[in-house]
């Protein structure tokens, strides 16, 4: 058998965020080592929404070593501590999954043991009384917290604008080597023994080889499905929103500091604000509502006119059954997709490229990297996916089939367990390494009506003073930074000034 080729020659395919965040990363951890092509047809354009992150966005600006005042005024970014979700439990809930900690953990037993005793027992006020995310949210306030001893962990991500985004991570990898070809890709040329992917073909006629090629074409999914086939498992039965409405409204006022995200009959619709405008979307469920409906639905809940038309897309809630398949690995929506509602793509895109810069091909592509790559991704893939089914499967709403299903539906067993072992006991399973940890679950269940028939019994030892003076204490030490905090219009004010 001939040895496999070694890697050296990169290829990729799709100029979207996917696309320059896995260019980005390769280039910054591997310079000169490997040669990195972009090709990117500029007239298809881009998916163009997807402006809302998580916390592991300044992990990955970090890492590329972006500083984050030029970062948040080239991409008119926003700080974000949360999702605020209004009717996902019931029709009138609202409640908030904040980034940060809720209360402050006991060294052997987490802190909302000691709240559910306290609710027990007739006290405890709101779970989000503990959270300095909330607050500062609610009010209106921002500023980067250091980590304190007695402090509730303090965190945040970003709405930003995604095109400016890649935009930025273009520049930043032409500036380190990376080169890029402007031309639409009409075909794939595969080799005839191996299988593997030879070249792209080019409408020129032009062809580009290369060792490896990262499918970040989108929806078009070009290298991993249209010229190997690789299948893709559906969520739909568990995830039946499969369209969306996107546009932008101007920004009325200042910009919150969360994304608003409110359950309609036939889905949700998102506020996204950004510090020049809102941006504005409704993913709903084709079963539910035909798009004449939805776009009476989704007009009547912006807060002005629209400064954009109006972007109708339609996906598949799923993932790639095998996101590496010989030498093409599928990054971005090529490679799965998972509706919005807790503005997870970009992180998937994120600890895909990690993934692959761990076990990078320099030998010659291997199927046990392979292996290894494609069975940490699609167990990634699962554990956000059953974090959104939760939110869809624990409400009570009764104004549509859809929610009704979706309270009614069989569950993944992983997500059984876990609201189960809620439910009976209290605790919170955290698997290594899970994106969503103990206090995103917590505000999950919490907030959506779920209430445990116990809790811990370390949380019975503390006599009721000492229970008193541990929760007051949290609370009170909330207050002090939260009345010294500027309001987040006045910290971006400040971010933007010179020096
Ligand atoms: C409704 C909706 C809301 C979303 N909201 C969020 C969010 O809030 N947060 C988040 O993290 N993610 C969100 N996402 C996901 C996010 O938009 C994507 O993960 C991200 O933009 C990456 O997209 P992409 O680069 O894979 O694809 P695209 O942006 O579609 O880019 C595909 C690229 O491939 C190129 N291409 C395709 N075919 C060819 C060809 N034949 N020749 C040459 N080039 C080609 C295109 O020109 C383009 O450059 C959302 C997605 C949807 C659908």
Not at 60 to 74: M, P, S, Y
Not at 229 to 237: F, K
Not at 319 to 345: D, H
């Amino acid at each position: 058998m001939s040895e496999p080729a070694p890697v050296r020659k990169v290829v990729v395919l799709g100029g979207g965020t996917a696309g320059w965040i896995t260019a980005a990363m390769l280039v910054r951890e591997f310079g000169a080592a490997l040669d990195i092509q972009l090709v990117e047809s500029r007239a298809l354009g881009t998916i163009g929404v997807g402006e809302a992150t998580v916390p592991t966005i300044k992990t990955l600006n970090n890492g590329l070593g972006l500083d984050e005042k030029a970062f948040i005024g080239r991409v008119n970014a926003t700080f974000k501590l949360g999702i605020q979700f209004e009717g996902w439990g019931a029709e009138d809930s609202c409640y908030m999954h904040t980034f940060g900690a809720i209360g402050q953990d006991r060294p052997f037993c987490p802190f909302h043991h000691f709240f559910l005793r306290a609710r027990a027992e007739g006290g405890g006020g709101d779970l989000w009384d503990y959270s300095l995310n909330y607050q500062a949210a609610k009010q209106g306030r921002f500023a980067p917290m250091r980590p304190h001893p007695e402090l509730p962990r303090f965190d945040y991500a970003y709405h930003f604008d995604a095109a400016l985004y890649a935009e930025l991570l273009r520049d930043y990898s032409l500036e380190r080597g990376v080169r890029t070809l402007d031309a639409l890709v009409k075909d794939v040329a595969l080799d005839p023994e191996t299988g593997f992917v030879r070249h792209l073909v080019l409408d020129s006629g032009d062809t580009v080889e290369g060792d490896l090629f990262i499918d970040c074409s989108g929806f078009r999914a070009l290298l991993i499905e249209k010229a190997l086939e690789v299948g893709y498992t559906d969520w739909d039965h568990w995830l039946p929103c499969d369209r969306a409405i996107a546009a932008q409204t101007p920004l009325a006022g200042e910009p919150r500091p969360y994304t608003r995200s409110i359950a309609k009959a036939g889905g949700w619709q998102w506020q996204i604000p950004l510090q020049h405008r809102m941006g504005n979307g409704l993913v709903y469920s084709s079963g539910t509502w035909d798009e004449d409906e939805a776009t009476r639905v989704f007009t009547e809940g912006l807060e002005g006119e629209p400064t954009t038309k109006l972007n109708h897309i339609r996906f598949r809630v799923g993932v790639r059954q095998q996101p590496w398949c010989r030498n093409v690995v599928a990054i971005g929506l090529s490679g799965g997709f998972l509706e919005p509602l807790e503005s997870t793509s970009i992180h998937l895109v994120h600890t895909a490229v990690l993934r692959l810069i761990w076990c990078f091909p320099f030998q010659g592509v291997s199927d046990w990297e392979i292996g290894e790559f494609n069975r940490q991704t699609l167990h990634e893939w699962g554990q956000v996916r059953d974090f959104i089914i939760a939110h869809y499967h624990l409400n009570t709403r009764q104004d549509s089939e859809l929610w009704r299903h979706c309270a009614s539906m069989d569950l993944p067993d992983s997500l059984v367990h876990k609201i189960g072992l809620y439910r009976e006991t209290g605790k919170i399973l955290r698997e290594c390494e899970e994106l969503f940890g103990n206090p995103s679950w917590l505000q999950l269940f919490e907030g959506q009506g779920l209430r445990p028939r116990q809790f811990h019994p370390i949380a019975a030892a503390l006599s009721p003073e000492e229970l008193a003076g541990m929760l007051d204490g949290i609370r009170s030490t909330i207050a002090k930074p939260l009345a010294a905090m500027p309001s987040h219009g006045d910290f971006l004010r400040m971010l933007a000034s010179p020096g």
